[in-house]
């Protein structure tokens, strides 16, 4: 049996990668000029079904013009999950706005919409100030529950984003939302093409929306709100966001293979999800019917943390890239002092159990065999 190293999620540049990155070399567009980055924004907007798509250096960046874009700022609230990546909330303290974190719904890991609604709602009764914004984090793949948000953002007049960076290709099924990708559904959705993301440009993000204004001041903020003309004029203080057109050249070949790459996540999904069934020390992600999964990040629930620890231990030990899901935001240092909304217990939970298995779209058969193997080892089973 090989002992080879099997990552969690690596890039897979099967495609055009290379004849377009010969393309922008040969006609000298390297940076954030040239026919790539539009073509990427265009092809990008047609496959999420978005009206408009801003090509961005990051997923991070892309997150920040949302948020200034839909107007928040200096003191404003913003509602997020706990349980995410920090850069979900990063992006919201670059607007020297406050994070509001809230804590995860047991079935999706995503925000729970339950405890949102209800928040709103007493402070309506209340008569407390509510957010500028919600920013629902869609979670390894897992469309967040987001019909609650939408139906109380719209009554409330509260900002919607989506930050769908662990998530494209996740669309819903069934109900208002039916068909539609996750990123499409509030004003403003962002995405990320970090190397380890469902398709990478190297580094880099989009910003997608409907709403033609908020595209046309994203892209002006994003190119340092540069004015159209000869001179250096700018008509406010921007940012260095755009996406450069080699990376651009990378998305447009990545976004040729997404749908193979999504039947390949697919497929590893059912097979772990065959081969794990049977193991009580473990619980398989949950299937909503009211979506379909993009199996970013296949992740399964030991029984307890301890167990948890034990089999990251053992998978890491033989060369097996598992990990933990995040650690929730509320006990991490930038945010210990941040307000909570329930205890966060759920999130806290999720994290102390949760294991990300690989699931690089490349992941064979043997490989992956090699990964249940030792996961039922490390939980006892064998
Ligand atoms: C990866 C990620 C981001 C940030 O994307 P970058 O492209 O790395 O800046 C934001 N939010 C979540 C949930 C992520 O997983």
Redesign the pocket.
């Known amino acids: 049996m090989s002992d080879r190293a099997i990552p969690l999620s690596e890039p897979h540049l099967g495609g055009n990668e290379g004849a377009y990155l010969n393309e922008c070399l040969h006609t000298n567009y390297v940076s954030s000029v040239g026919p790539f980055v539009e073509r990427f924004e265009r092809e990008f907007a047609r496959y999420v079904g978005a009206a408009h798509a801003v090509a961005c250096a990051?997923?991070?960046?892309?997150?920040h013009v949302a948020l200034r874009v839909l107007g928040v700022g200096l003191g404003d609230e913003v509602f997020v999950p706990t349980l995410?990546?920090i850069?979900?909330a990063n992006a919201i303290a670059y607007q020297g706005a406050r994070a509001t974190l809230v804590d995860a719904d047991p079935a999706t890991w995503g925000m729970d919409a339950t405890i949102v609604v209800e928040e709103i709602e007493r402070r309506l009764q209340a008569g407390e100030p509510l957010p500028r914004a919600i920013e629902v984090?869609h979670?390894l793949g897992q469309p967040a529950a987001i019909e609650p948000l939408v139906r109380v953002c719209t009554d409330h007049g509260i900002a919607l984003v989506e930050?769908a960076?662990?998530a494209l290709g996740a669309r819903y099924r069934g109900g208002p939302l039916d068909g539609l990708h996750v990123g499409t559904i509030g004003r403003v959705g962002?995405f990320?093409?970090?190397g380890?993301?469902v398709i990478t440009t190297g580094?880099?993000?989009m910003l997608v929306t409907d709403d033609p204004e908020l595209a046309r001041r994203a892209k002006h903020l994003t190119t340092q709100a540069r004015l159209p003309g000869l001179a250096y004029d700018h008509d406010e203080i921007g940012y260095n966001y755009r996406l450069s057109n080699l990376a651009a050249a990378l998305g447009v070949a990545q976004l040729e293979q997404l749908p193979e790459f999504l039947d390949a996540k697919r497929r590893i999904a059912a097979r772990y999800d065959e081969a794990l069934r049977d193991c009580e020390a473990l619980t398989l992600p949950r299937r909503t019917a009211w979506a379909d999964q993009s199996w970013w990040l296949y992740s399964i629930r030991l029984r307890d943390a301890n167990l948890a620890h034990d089999v990251l231990e053992q998978l890491t030990a033989v060369g097996i890239g598992a990990r933990p899901v995040?650690t929730p935001l509320h006990g991490m240092a930038p945010y210990r002092s941040a307000r909570l909304i329930g205890d966060g217990s759920v999130a806290t939970w999720l994290a102390a159990t949760g294991v990300s298995l690989p699931s690089s779209v490349h992941l064979d058969a043997e490989d992956q065999s090699r990964v249940i193997d030792a996961l039922l080892r490390a939980a006892g089973r064998t």
Do not use: H, P
């Open positions: 990051s997923g991070t960046a892309a997150l995410t990546f850069a979900s984090v979670l930050d960076a662990e962002c990320s093409f970090n380890n993301k580094g880099g993000g995040w």
